[in-house]
């Protein structure tokens, strides 16, 4: 009777380290997924942050071009200022095509991602 005490002391500590264990590797693994989501949205910032610069100096270089076309600086602003007008409303229409869904996307492929280790 007392070795049936024992081995189920014994099973109840294995159980208990199972669970523990299960519940770090769980903890480990949203952390993983968290923080690669975040480095790949951080990435993705800064990049666009980058294009952001390169195309506002490559805006006021157009506007400058149209500007000594026209004879009129104000005309030449007046046009890149137009073009992005109609680009802004075009993306705003496509908002679901081209912004939402692959940024959704994006995210949940990060956060589903499978690693090699993880596949064996």
């Known amino acids: ?19 523990n264990n299960n519940i770090d590797t769980a903890k480990l693994k949203t952390a993983e997924k968290s923080s690669a989501l975040f480095a790949g949205i951080m990435a993705r910032i800064i990049v666009m942050l980058v294009f952001v610069f390169a195309f506002l100096f490559a805006s006021v270089a157009l506007a400058c071009v149209l500007a000594k076309i026209t004879g009129a600086l104000y005309w030449g602003f007046l046009i890149v200022a137009g073009i992005y007008l ?5 993306v705003w229409s496509l908002q679901e095509k081209i912004l939402r869904l692959p940024l959704m996307n994006f995210m949940l492929e990060q956060l589903f991602k499978t690693n090699d280790h993880e596949k064996n």
């Open 86 to 90: 109609f680009l802004a409303f075009m």
């Open 1 to 19: 009777m007392e070795n049936t005490f024992l081995k189920l002391e014994e099973l109840a500590g294995h159980l208990k380290e199972y669970v």
